[in-house]
């Protein structure tokens, strides 16, 4: 059974740091390109970072961009989000995703495996 499972959220400052994880199992994390989302209440789910296979290359959603670092360690399966400099904005349930074909994308229908989620609250 595949799952991926995020861990790491909750309540922090304003200017605060957070590290996200997603651990996979039943699949082999090194065959797919790996990113996170986030939902905010009452909007949509918005892309944050993406990784490829090896690591090498990343994208980030301007948001993101200077504050969040995703990476991975493909020995452990598993996927990690470095947000630093939190903001009130970036409270969200994260949700970490999966895609077997290959190329770095930000919409949610290209990614076919989803974790649960995990909450992440900023207060000012």
């Known amino acids: 059974q595949v799952q991926l499972v995020e861990s790491g959220g909750g309540l922090v400052q304003a200017g605060g740091s957070l590290r996200l994880s997603c651990a996979a199992s039943g699949l082999t994390l090194s065959y797919y390109v790996m990113a996170w989302f986030r939902q905010a209440p009452g909007k949509e789910r918005e892309f944050v970072a993406a990784i490829t296979r090896s690591g090498r290359d990343t994208y980030y959603a301007d948001s993101a961009k200077g504050r969040f670092t995703i990476s991975r360690d493909n020995a452990k399966n598993t996927v990690y989000l470095q947000m630093n400099s939190l903001k009130p904005e970036d409270t969200a349930v994260y949700y970490c995703?999966?895609?077997?074909?290959?190329?770095?994308?930000?919409?949610?229908?290209?990614?076919?495996?989803w974790g649960q989620g995990t909450q992440v609250t900023v207060s000012s």
């Open positions: 995703a999966a895609r077997y074909w290959d190329g770095l994308r930000s919409k949610s229908y290209e990614y076919e495996k």
